[in-house]
């Protein structure tokens, strides 16, 4: 068996059709990129990069950032590389930004929330990725989107922050910016989302919890946590079409992603790519692989 998947290394993930699919790897630490290649990994579908900000005492720097993006695009070598932007407060919490106690941190100050509130800590993280932007092919995604208006103001931050690197004599570096469709709202409006950014992708793990209201932390709650609930599966049509309508590709990123006995589903939805954990990656490729 696990040779039989070692075979497929090097080759492309695609039906008995011919309908090619994306299969990325989830990483959430410059070590991980090890695993990602070892796994034949085509491109990081989600790179979280809370692991710069989490166990320390103070933010990391522009350059500290940027050098460890730099050296993830480097290594990725050409292929598609998707750096989420923070998404501190909920379950990952780092005490220099002094969120404090919140009664829901779930749905608290979390995320792009953050970054819209205080952009001095946006803009630093937003320089390193576009200054690392043209050592290989990075893309930048925003977490925790709930509305048009969001991604309007952080498109506007993202354009001063490209245009005063230009100023200071960077090269252009203009990635790709896409989204994640994670919350019910993003959900519902994802038609008029789509015209705003290059791409989604859908993070069912937080979907899941804020549409079926269960907290997926709640180990008492473990059975109710259920993302194959109808209700998710068509949210996640609705995206997708959405997301085509426009002409912008979608992926999915959260756990769901990897659970093969929807990948003949998701690939029949139009979903264009699965980004799952390294030690996944090859059994989605097999999944594909057979589907007719
Ligand atoms: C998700 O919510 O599905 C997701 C991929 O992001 P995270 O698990 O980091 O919240
Ligand atoms: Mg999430």
Avoid at 72 to 100: C, E, H, P, S
Avoid at 126 to 139: I, K, T, Y
Avoid at 224 to 248: C, F, Q, S, T, W
């Amino acid at each position: 068996q696990l040779q039989r998947l070692e075979s497929l290394k090097g080759r492309k993930t695609a039906t008995k059709s011919g309908k090619k699919i994306d299969v990325y790897a989830n990483i959430g630490s410059e070590d991980d990129v090890a695993y990602a290649l070892e796994n034949d990994a085509e491109g990081i579908g989600l790179f979280r990069s809370e692991f710069l900000y989490l166990g320390r005492r103070d933010f990391p720097t522009e350059e500290e950032q940027f050098q460890v993006y730099k050296r993830v695009v480097q290594r990725m070598a050409g292929r598609k590389v998707i750096i989420r932007t923070l998404d501190i407060g909920g379950d990952k919490q780092a005490d220099y930004f002094n969120i404090g106690i919140e009664e829901n941190p779930a749905m608290g100050y979390r995320a792009v929330r953050i970054c819209l509130k205080q952009p001095e800590i946006f803009r630093i993280q937003l320089r390193a990725l576009f200054r690392a932007s043209v050592f290989g092919n990075l893309s930048v995604m925003y977490p925790m989107i709930i509305s048009e208006e969001e991604v309007r103001q952080i498109l506007r931050i993202a354009e001063e922050v490209q245009a005063e690197l230009e100023a200071e004599g960077y090269p252009c570096q203009c990635p790709e910016q896409g989204i994640m469709i994670e919350t019910p709202a993003a959900v519902m409006v994802s038609d008029e989302l789509a015209e705003l950014v290059d791409f989604f992708s859908i993070g069912t793990n937080d979907l899941t919890q804020y549409t079926l209201a269960i907290d997926r932390q709640n180990e008492r709650l473990a059975d109710y946590y259920d993302p194959h609930h109808k209700a998710i599966l068509r949210m996640i049509r609705m995206v997708v079409e959405n997301a085509h309508k426009h002409g912008i590709r979608v992926g999915i990123c959260g756990e769901l992603g990897a659970d093969t006995e929807l990948t003949e589903e998701f690939v029949r939805m139009g979903v264009d790519e699965l980004s799952v954990a390294p030690s996944m990656i090859l059994k989605v490729r097999k999944t594909v692989r057979e589907i007719s």
